[in-house]
C-alpha cells in the first residue's frame, strides 16, 4: 500500500475491538493500515492489513505513517497500569497519536472512550479518558466520541472471564452489594458505531450502550444460569473482594480485577441515561453463546504485554 492510496488507521487490529472494526471496513472495501505493538504477532487478516508501529517516541515518522488515512479509529487504551505504562503515560501517547493525525492530514478520528468520563474523577482510567476527549475536541480535527461500557463478545475478558471463574471455582465473590449497574455493549454493534461515525463529519459524542441494564447481582446470576454453574455467590467487602482477586491472579499470572475497576463498578459509571444505541441483548447473546462462554481463561497481560 503505498501512501499517497486513500486508507484508514485502526490502532491495535490484531486485538478486541480494534479487530472488530477493521473487519467492517475490510467488508466495506477500505485498505486498513494498523498501529500496532505487538508487529511480530501473526496477523488474523493476512496481508489484507498494512502494519506499522505505534512510534510514541518518533513522532515524525508515525506522521509519515498516517499520511493520505480519511479516517483513524483509535482503541489505544490500558486496563491497569503495568510496568512503566501508566494511565498518564497511556494519555501521553495518545496526544502524540493525535497531533500526529493532525499533522498528517488525517480527516476524521474516531475516538473510543468510556462513559461517564470525568477530568475531577478520582479513577485514572476515567481520568485519563476525560483529558483525551478535551485534546480531541481542540485539536482541530473533525472527529467522533464513542463511549462504550462493558462491551461483550467472543474475546471479551470481563464477561468471559466471570462465566469462566463460575464454571471452575465453588465460590463467587462479587464487591460490595452488587446493586451497583451496567450496561453492556456488544463488540459488533460497538464496531459498527465506530464505522458509520468515521463516515461522518459532524462533531459528535456517543455513549456506546446496549438495550439492557444490569445491576451487577443480575449479571453474575445470568451468567452463572447460561454455564450451567451451581457457585455460591457471596458477597465481600471490596478490599477483600480485590484481594482474592489477586490471590486467584497470582496463579493465572493475570490481574483479574484491580481496587480501581471495582470501584469504577460500584460507581455504576457503565451505564447511561442516553437511549440505547447497540441493539443486540446480552440475555439473548448469552443463551446462544452458553456452550462456548467461560470455557478458557482470557488473560490482559498475555493480549497486551506478553
Known amino acids: 500500500m503505498s501512501d499517497e492510496e486513500s486508507f484508514d488507521v485502526v490502532t491495535g487490529a490484531f486485538g478486541y475491538t480494534g479487530k ?12 486498513v493500515r494498523t498501529l500496532t505493538g505487538h508487529s511480530e504477532r501473526p496477523s488474523p487478516f493476512g496481508h489484507k492489513v498494512d502494519i506499522a508501529g505505534f512510534d510514541f ?16 479509529y483509535n482503541t489505544y487504551w490500558i486496563r491497569f497500569p503495568h510496568g512503566r505504562l501508566t494511565f498518564d503515560a497511556a494519555v501521553e501517547n495518545t496526544k502524540v497519536m493525535i497531533r500526529a493525525a493532525r499533522e498528517a492530514g488525517v480527516r476524521r478520528f474516531v475516538h473510543v472512550s468510556i462513559t461517564n468520563p470525568s477530568k475531577d474523577s478520582p479513577l485514572g482510567y476515567f481520568k485519563g479518558k476525560a483529558v483525551l476527549e478535551r485534546v480531541l475536541a481542540e485539536s482541530g480535527i473533525s472527529y467522533a466520541i464513542i463511549r462504550p461500557t462493558v462491551v461483550f463478545g467472543e474475546e471479551d475478558i470481563l464477561i468471559n472471564n466471570i462465566a469462566w471463574l ?27 458505531l465506530a464505522v458509520n461515525a468515521g463516515q461522518d463529519t459532524e462533531n459528535v459524542t456517543l455513549d456506546a450502550v446496549g438495550p439492557e441494564v444490569f445491576t451487577f447481582n443480575e449479571l453474575v446470576r445470568q451468567l452463572a444460569d447460561a454455564v450451567g454453574s451451581k457457585a455460591w455467590i457471596v458477597h465481600f467487602p471490596p478490599g477483600v473482594a480485590v484481594t482474592v482477586a489477586k490471590v486467584i491472579g497470582w496463579f493465572l499470572g493475570d490481574v483479574p480485577l484491580t481496587r480501581e475497576e471495582a470501584d469504577g463498578l460500584m460507581s455504576s459509571l457503565l451505564v447511561s441515561d442516553k437511549p440505547p444505541t447497540g441493539k443486540t ?15 478458557k481463561y482470557t488473560s490482559e497481560l498475555a493480549r497486551h504485554y506478553r
Not at 472488530?20 to 485498505?31: C, K, P, Q, V
Not at 471452575?168 to 454493534?189: A, H, N, T
Open 20 to 31: 472488530y472494526i477493521t473487519r467492517r471496513l475490510l467488508r466495506a472495501g477500505r485498505r
Open 57 to 72: 517516541d518518533n513522532p515524525v515518522r508515525l506522521t509519515e505513517s498516517l499520511r493520505g488515512a480519511a479516517a483513524f
Open 166 to 192: 463460575l464454571r471452575k471455582f465453588p465460590v463467587f465473590v462479587i464487591p460490595g452489594s452488587g446493586d451497583y449497574r451496567l450496561q453492556p455493549i456488544f463488540v459488533e454493534d460497538l464496531a459498527e
Open 281 to 295: 441483548r446480552l440475555s439473548d447473546w448469552l443463551k446462544a453463546n452458553a456452550g462456548t462462554l467461560g470455557r
